[in-house]
Each structure stands twice: as structure tokens, then as C-alpha cells.
């Protein structure tokens, strides 16, 4: 017993001077899932635990977005070191979200690219967010704003005024993911953000951009054109 504890701990040795000497460049996905279950797992091994997990969620990202219960299943992993699964994970969206706040958005496109495959590209069902900016398109806020499939139905624009004048918001960024990696809009997709730009025009609120998230992907109404004919349309209408 005392030889097998000393080879686990041998190994846990190696697995963190690979790892302050070149970050996560080299190791593959279960030595990922493999560091951060030993974060809380004081003397067990818990590489077969890592490999098990990774077999059952498929992929990295699946492992850190599956949920505590079902993470619980797989032998040797307990309340104690999910701790470190599920820690990860919401620092890096902190980070992420902290990267995106007071900085001007428009100039800096990547970086919310980066945030919002993070906070919701790889989520089961669709999560709709909005990016509430100010006049210099700096970031006041990001929330969740609706969960589920997206409809015209599903999306409510009061709502969604509301917020933005809670947050004095001049701009606003909308987003959302869809689950199977494809990020074409739909037609509810296109519709959603026609309605939404028609309603925030009329308190004077203006729509900057709509991205569709999916796995490592995006699609911009803004760079498509969406945005400029639905602003056009607008303004016939009222004209």
C-alpha cells in the first residue's frame, strides 16, 4: 500500500512540473481532467478516474459542462474533487467576462468571441445573452437573458428594454448558441433579430450586432448585412 501511495504521488509530482514548466501544451485531455481532480483528492489516484470521464462526456469541454450529479457517477470522483472540475470553469468565464468589461467591444471583437465560446458555444439547450455597452461601446453588463429554443415567441423586447435601460445602455450586442455546432441562423433566428431591432429603435436604443455561437464557430448578423437592412427598414417605416 505504502508502495503504490508513493508512485501516485510520484506521478502527481510529474503531472505539476509538466505543468509549471509549459502550462497544458502537451498533455492530453484526461492528464487536463487527471490535474484537476488531484486539486482535492489528497492520496488516491486518479488517472483511470479521469480516463472513465472522459469516455462517458465524449470531450474535454463536455466534462467541465456536464452536471455535478451525473460527474458523481463515474467511479472516484465524489464531492470532493468535482470541486476542481467545476471550479475551472467558472474562473475562466470570470476571467473571460472581466476581459470584455470597460473595454470597447467593436475594436475588440475577439476577445467576446472568446468569452461567449466559453459562457455559452458549448451549452445543451440555446442561451440567449445580451452585451449591454454604453455610447463608446464599452462594456457596462452581460447576462443571460432567456434559456431555451429561440423564438419570436420566446423572446420578449420589453424585457430586454428593460434591462437596457436598467444599465443606461446606448448599444446592445445580442447572442446565443446553438447546441449542434451549426450556427447558421434559422428563420426564428433572423426574425428575433428584426423584432428586437425595431422594438430598441423606437426608445432609441441601437442593435450593434447578433452572434450565433457553436463549438469553435460563429456567425455575425452584423457582417452579414442583417443588421444595416433591418436599421433601413426601420427608418422607411417611420419615415
Do not use: W
Not at 29 to 36: A, K, R
Not at 42 to 54: G, H, I, M, V
Not at 80 to 97: C, D, Q, S, W
Amino acid at each position: 500500500m505504502a508502495e503504490k501511495v508513493h508512485k501516485c504521488a510520484g506521478h502527481r509530482q510529474r503531472l505539476k512540473e509538466k505543468f509549471l514548466a509549459g502550462g497544458l501544451r502537451g498533455f492530453l485531455d484526461y492528464e487536463v481532467i487527471e490535474l484537476l481532480l488531484i486539486l482535492n483528492t489528497p492520496r488516491r489516484d486518479c488517472k483511470e478516474s479521469a480516463k472513465a470521464l472522459l469516455k462517458k462526456f465524449k470531450t474535454l469541454q463536455a466534462v467541465l459542462e456536464a452536471d455535478i450529479h451525473d460527474l458523481k457517477q463515474v467511479k472516484g470522483v465524489g464531492s470532493a474533487n468535482v470541486i476542481g472540475l467545476k471550479l475551472i470553469k467558472e474562473v475562466a468565464e470570470r476571467y473571460l467576462e472581466k476581459r470584455i468589461i470597460a473595454r470597447d467591444v467593436v475594436k475588440n471583437i475577439k476577445d467576446l468571441i472568446n468569452y461567449l465560446h466559453h459562457a455559452i458555444g458549448n451549452k445543451e439547450r440555446e442561451i440567449f445573452a445580451g452585451i449591454f455597452l454604453d455610447a463608446k461601446n464599452r462594456v457596462i453588463a452581460s447576462e443571460i437573458l432567456f434559456k431555451g429554443t429561440l423564438t419570436s415567441s420566446s423572446v420578449y423586447p420589453r424585457e430586454v428594454i428593460l434591462k437596457a435601460l436598467q444599465h443606461k445602455a446606448a448599444t446592445l450586442i445580442f447572442a446565443h448558441n446553438h447546441p449542434s455546432g451549426d450556427v447558421s441562423p434559422s428563420a426564428g433566428d433572423i426574425a428575433v433579430t428584426r423584432r428586437l431591432v425595431f422594438a430598441l429603435s423606437f426608445v432609441g436604443i441601437n442593435v450593434h450586432e447578433h452572434l450565433i455561437t457553436g463549438g469553435d464557430n460563429y456567425y455575425s448578423f452584423h457582417e452579414n448585412g442583417y443588421i444595416s437592412k433591418f436599421n433601413e427598414e426601420f427608418d422607411n417605416s417611420n419615415g
